[in-house]
C-alpha cells in the first residue's frame, strides 16, 4: 500500500475526513512508521498553536481600539466643506473691500497705476534736499570708519571670489 499524500494526512490528523477515508488512513498510520511520526508531529505543532493562542490576552472592544470603517462619501466630506467655507469667506471679503472703496469714494483702488506714475515722475524730477544729505552721512559714518579702500568699477566688475563650500554637520566640532 503506497502512503496517502501530505494533504490527506494533515486532513486526518486536524480530523477533516469523511469517516470511510479516515478509516482507510487509520490503518494505513497502523503499519507505517513514517506516516505516524507526520501525524505526531502535525497534531503536536496544532497543539503549540492553540496552546499560542490561548496565552494572548484579547481584551473587550473600546471605543479606542475599534477601527470604524468611513465610506469614501465620508472621507471626502471634511476636505470639501473646508474649501467651500474658504471659498465664501474670500468671495465676501473681496465683496466688502470692493464695496468699501466705492463707498469711500476712493479713486486710486480703481486705478493705482495712475498714483505710481504721477509719483515716479515727481521723484525724479525733484532736486536733492540738503535733509537727504544729513540722512546719507548719517548712514554712512559707521562704514567710513571702516577704512574700507576704494575699488573702482572695472575691478569689481572682474572680481570672481572663489566658491564657499558649505559646512558639514559632521565636521562641526560640539560641545557636549
Partial sequence: MSCPDQQTISAFADGELEAAQAVEVERHIAQCASCRQLVEELRWIDDRGRTALGAIHV??????????W??????????????VAAALVLFLSIGIWIASSHLSGNSTAAAPHQ????????DSNRQPKESDDIAFEQWAAP????????????VAENYHPAAILPVLPADIERNH
Wanted: aromatic letters at 6%.
Fill in 70 to 83: 468611513k465610506s469614501p462619501r465620508q472621507k471626502w466630506a471634511r476636505p470639501l466643506t473646508l474649501a
Fill in 115 to 122: 498714483v505710481e506714475t504721477a509719483t515716479t515722475t515727481a
Fill in 59 to 68: 481584551g473587550e472592544p473600546t471605543a479606542a481600539n475599534v477601527v470604524w
Fill in 143 to 154: 562704514y567710513r570708519e571702516l577704512h574700507i579702500p576704494l575699488v573702482s568699477m572695472e
